[in-house]
């Protein structure tokens, strides 16, 4: 049974940074891609972040320059660095692995960003 465990949230203030971390357990045959997703209150989950298996990065505009995302194939976990934060980054963060037959999700992190 495949999980995605993530940690690193929490409260920081405005231009702090936080580190998310998703690790990810059990068999998995191809993975296109893994990320990160998130949703504030009342808005619709939104791509923050992603990276092919290729190693091809992919940012939300809203985050580039801020947020860097990476891979550890060894530790089957994925990170998304976040520096520079914004009130409007609060969100529930969301891990996500793309394959070709399912998409996987973890239960997500809640970041909040105080001004």
């Known amino acids: 049974q495949v999980q995605l465990v993530e940690s690193g949230g929490g409260l920081v203030q405005a231009g702090g940074s936080l580190r998310l971390s998703c690790a990810v357990s059990g068999s998995i045959f191809s993975i296109n891609a893994m990320g990160w997703y998130r949703q504030a209150a009342g808005k619709q989950r939104e791509l923050v972040a992603a990276?092919?298996?290729?190693?091809?990065?992919n940012y939300a505009d809203s985050v580039k320059g801020r947020f860097f995302i990476s891979r550890d194939n060894a530790k089957n976990t994925v990170y998304l660095q976040m520096n520079s934060l914004k009130p409007e980054d609060t969100a529930v963060y969301y891990c996500n692995v793309d394959s070709p037959f399912w998409d996987y999700w973890g239960k997500g992190t809640l970041v909040t960003v105080s001004s």
């Open positions: 990276v092919t298996s290729g190693g091809t990065t």
